[in-house]
């Protein structure tokens, strides 16, 4: 009698989930059903544009236009790339390209700068990061599409452009500059300071920079350094994996540097620093502001995270996902968000960005007196250059050699741009970079009462 019960119970059970089962399975055909209706709906407007809009449409127009909404409906990062934007793309990633020096984005419908790259024209002039571009030439922008205004930034190097930006609160700002053959550095400076404190300036993320870094720190530690100040200033990124090697030259073994999450399992990835032969283990601050971003963050996020060393500065900007290039048919492709990124501690700092540990904010009028500095210097420096080389009295030199390279030429930011931008001119004199000084002050201070010992948060490997 019991059994025949239990029987009819498992009878009943396994009716039940059969019965679960099929509606399940077939909600999900239904769901799957209506999904790939909808696709249909392509096809339907396209056939209705074509004969009965007003004009002759291209095929290809349309093609194009529906693929560009479907990446705009995702996140401002992602974005279809037709064959000029490929193009493009791979010119760019090779170091070398002509335009103005500017990352750019789009947030809430604006075109946003991130950042100006150091020795470029966009950075002579002063365009700052969070400026809206508003016009270009006579052109005013009603939410554009990037790719678009990436081909009318660009141009034949010696041809000007306008571009007029909205600054904060309706502040309205208008710069004219010259395109030029943009080359784009990796360490833009290295030297020792005072008390044996070593500044190395990293301008971007590219495959060769761990290897410089790495190399860089071996020649200033031969010149006897004993600390270091880390400049990502204005660095809008680059290469994940770059930003990965350059944080495994500055931490010890076994170290989280950054993980990576998505949907599918080969986005889940935790990057961990390796055990090196050679470490630069040095008491460290990094500089940082409102223009260092994603692989910038990266890295600031693993030093403040692990208490490797001090962040001095603004706030970062705030971009912490990682984008992927997948070709498509006939030269096309997309740049798709695949992953967002989080620092050692598990925090995800999108549209947050990295706090400083010692907030040191300066005024747009500071932040153009340190380009000028800098300008100053780099100038000095190709001078002095200049004239150690050695000159044969016959020798004449030619005309091609008497041409300027874009990063040999007289470097000034002209008067009425900078008037326009700080309403006044900076005083005479060197100016004092106070975000520099600041983090110098910091390791002086930490040699001065003898904490100037690396001591880093236990590993974070998974598996210790």
Request: aromatic letters at 4%.
């Amino acid at each position: 009698m019991r059994k025949n019960r239990l029987l009819v119970i498992i009878a009943a059970l396994v009716a039940v989930n059969l019965a679960v089962g099929t509606w399940v399975l077939k909600m999900f055909a239904e769901n799957e059903s209506n999904s790939l209706a909808k696709l249909d709906l392509i096809p339907q407007a396209m056939y209705i544009i074509k004969n009965n809009y007003v004009d002759a449409v291209d095929t290809e127009k349309l093609v194009y236009g529906a693929l560009k909404g479907m990446l705009d409906s995702l996140d401002i990062h992602s974005q279809f790339l037709p064959p000029a934007a490929v193009e493009g793309m791979e010119v760019e990633t090779s170091g070398m390209f002509g335009g103005l020096g500017i990352e750019i984005t789009k947030r809430q419908g604006f075109v946003t700068v991130v950042s100006a790259i150091a020795r470029t024209p966009a950075y002579r002039a002063g365009l700052m990061a969070g400026d809206k571009i508003v016009k270009i030439d006579d052109d005013t922008l009603h939410d554009p599409d990037l790719n678009d205004v990436v081909s009318k930034l660009r141009g034949e190097p010696g041809t000007k452009v306008t571009v007029t930006v909205l600054r904060g609160q309706g502040l309205i700002r208008t710069f004219t500059m010259t395109r030029a053959v943009i080359k784009v550095p990796s360490i833009l400076e290295a030297r020792i300071l005072e008390d044996s404190i070593g500044y190395v300036k990293i301008a971007q993320f590219q495959e060769r920079t761990a290897a410089e870094l790495s190399r860089t720190l071996t020649e200033l530690e031969g010149q006897g350094m004993s600390a270091l100040i880390l400049d990502l200033r204005d660095n809008p990124g680059g290469l994940l994996v770059s930003a990965v090697e350059v944080a495994d030259v500055l931490l010890p073994g076994g170290h989280v540097i950054v993980s990576t999450k998505g949907r599918r399992p080969s986005q889940n990835q935790e990057f961990v620093s390796q055990d090196s032969p050679t470490d630069h283990l040095h008491p460290m601050a990094v500089l940082i502001n409102g223009a260092s971003a994603s692989g910038s963050e990266i890295l600031a996020g693993a030093v403040k995270d692990l208490k490797r060393g001090f962040l001095v500065g603004e706030k970062t900007y705030g971009k912490a996902s990682v984008q992927t290039i997948l070709r498509l048919g006939q030269g096309t492709g997309l740049r798709l968000t695949t992953a967002k990124y989080y620092t050692p501690s598990g925090t995800s700092i999108q549209d947050k960005g990295v706090e400083p540990d010692v907030a040191v904010p300066v005024t747009v009028e500071q932040e153009m007196q340190r380009r000028m500095q800098k300008y100053q210097e780099m100038e000095k420096a190709i001078q002095e250059e200049k004239e150690e080389k050695p000159k044969s009295e016959t020798e004449k030199p030619s005309p091609e050699s008497q041409k300027p390279e874009v990063e040999s030429e007289k470097l000034d930011l002209p008067d009425t741009e900078l008037e326009g931008l700080t309403e006044k001119k900076p005083e005479k004199g060197e100016f004092v970079d106070v975000q520099l000084q600041e983090a110098v002050r910091i390791l002086k201070a930490l040699k001065a009462i003898g904490a100037d010992k690396v001591a880093l948060t236990p590993p974070t490997k998974a598996a210790q």
